[in-house]
């Protein structure tokens, strides 16, 4: 039986949303040799559904999702969305570019899917990454939206495979490149198209180098997520997740 669609708890600022997805997921294997990682389960769920239903709850209801790895499972699993409430397109990178283009080329290929009006916001958030609790807000929404930012990042506690992080946090909220503190990329962010325009479609970028060079403008601001996100990178953190003791 299909899930009924979710009813959005409010009016978001920013009704767009790119999932990533395109990833081989190599230390996953033998797991993800015949299953893409946002596919896995977790917690009786594949782990991109989880994405899904908060999306449509916060009352996103464009989603792209940008495919490379055993590509079709994607829309025979997850169809166009209405089963949750969305419209589901995707951008297939393996079909079209004979596999996955890193995270920025995977953005500006998949740009124009997404039909934005001018420089409209929209999130962004890797497909393997568990969050349950992380809240799409409309105000997160609505204060970059009236931002003169490009990005607007959140930072997590360093887990134990990244304990040097990734960016700084100022007090006034600004992503840094260096700080006495470090903190990791959740891969969750709301970003404007600006940020790509220098980033040709069909061809592999990195996104931190673009990051980096914003942040160097005063362009990035960020927020410390401390609820519950695990990258799940590994077969063992599969594991623990589906747990007993680590199920809600």
């Not at 990454?129 to 990005?151: C, H, I, N, T």
């Amino acid at each position: 039986m299909s899930p009924a669609p979710v009813l959005p708890l409010a009016t978001p600022a920013v009704g767009h949303a790119l999932i990533l997805a395109a990833g081989r997921g190599e230390r996953m294997r033998p797991l993800t040799d015949t299953c893409p990682k946002p596919l896995l389960q977790v917690q009786g769920k594949p782990l991109i559904v989880w994405h899904l239903e908060k999306l449509a709850r916060a009352g996103v209801r464009q989603v792209v999702i940008n495919t490379a790895w055993l590509e079709a499972q994607f829309a025979a699993r997850l169809g166009d969305g209405s089963a949750w409430g969305l419209s589901i397109r995707y951008s297939h990178e393996g079909a079209l570019y004979g596999g996955a283009l890193e995270t920025a080329g995977g953005i500006a290929t998949a740009l124009p899917l997404l039909e934005l009006k001018d420089e409209t916001p929209f999130w962004v958030l890797a497909g393997d990454v568990f969050m349950p609790d992380f809240e799409f807000a409309a105000a997160d929404g609505a204060r970059f939206a009236a931002s003169k930012a490009l990005a607007h990042i959140y930072l997590v506690p360093n887990p134990e495979h990244n304990p040097r992080g990734d960016f700084g946090l100022s007090a006034g909220g600004m992503a840094l490149n260096q700080a006495p503190q470090q903190f990791t990329y959740s891969t969750v962010g709301l970003y404007r198209p600006a940020l790509f325009a220098g980033t040709p479609a069909g061809h592999k970028a990195a996104l931190a180098p673009l990051l980096r060079t914003a942040m160097q403008s005063g362009r990035v601001s960020a927020a410390l997520y401390s609820g519950a996100w695990t990258d799940v990178g590994t077969p063992e953190r599969l594991a623990a997740l589906n747990a007993p003791q680590a199920a809600p």
